[in-house]
């Protein structure tokens, strides 16, 4: 599959990540004004992020609900946004005409890392999701069978973070005040 050549200008990348869309499928997001594309999760992927939503729908709070293909926003930066794997925002969220969520409404971003991400293109969102001041990122790795726990924000890095493995519960902070069981959830071959 080919795409079209696209020269993007200056506040022309949402549109660009549009089409790319259209024409290939393939997931775009922009972080720190690059194009970034994945293609929508199969498998084991969207298997772990099933499960995570799972368990998050019941337990929490009721004006509370987990998302799927909701995009956030990098403040001050029109062109530069994220499309976690699951999010969790407030349930007003589903009668908001807006696409892009307002980083401060975001209780919880979780990232399941794909078989191909490499290293930097990971700390690459990590620090995105930092600097557009998510309060708690989850990082799920089934390559390795691995999670980390981001917390509190400031000057675009996490001060807060907490690494476990599968099987370890992952302790959620306020206002949510439980655990994620982590034991179920699958490892890429």
């Known amino acids: 599959m080919s795409l079209p050549t696209m020269r993007p200008r200056p506040g022309n990348l949402r549109s660009v990540a549009e089409q790319i869309e259209r024409a290939t499928g393939l997931r775009v997001q922009i972080l720190g004004g690059s194009l970034v594309m994945s293609p929508t999760p199969r498998g084991k992927h969207a298997g772990t992020i099933l499960e995570l939503r799972e368990q998050l729908q019941p337990l929490l709070p009721a004006e509370l609900k987990p998302y799927e293909v909701s995009s956030i926003l990098m403040p001050a930066d029109p062109d530069d946004y994220s499309t976690p794997d699951l999010v969790v925002l407030p349930k007003s969220w589903s009668d908001d005409d807006e696409w892009l969520a307002d980083p401060g409404d975001v209780?919880?971003?979780?990232?399941?890392?794909?078989?191909?991400?490499?290293?930097?293109?990971?700390?690459?969102?990590?620090?995105?999701?930092?600097?557009?001041?998510?309060?708690?990122?989850?990082?799920?790795?089934?390559?390795?069978?691995?999670?980390?726990?981001?917390?509190?924000?400031?000057?675009?890095?996490?001060?807060?973070?907490?690494?476990?493995?599968?099987?370890?519960?992952?302790?959620?902070?306020?206002?949510?005040?439980?655990?994620?069981?982590?034991?179920?959830?699958?490892?890429?071959?």
Request: charge should be negative; proline fraction near 7%.
């Open 107 to 189: 209780e919880l971003a979780i990232e399941v890392i794909s078989k191909s991400e490499k290293s930097k293109q990971i700390s690459d969102k990590q620090g995105w999701y930092a600097t557009a001041g998510v309060r708690t990122l989850l990082v799920v790795d089934p390559r390795y069978g691995r999670w980390t726990l981001f917390t509190h924000p400031k000057d675009g890095e996490y001060h807060g973070s907490l690494d476990g493995v599968y099987g370890d519960a992952v302790p959620l902070p306020e206002p949510f005040g439980f655990s994620l069981d982590t034991s179920s959830l699958p490892t890429y071959r």
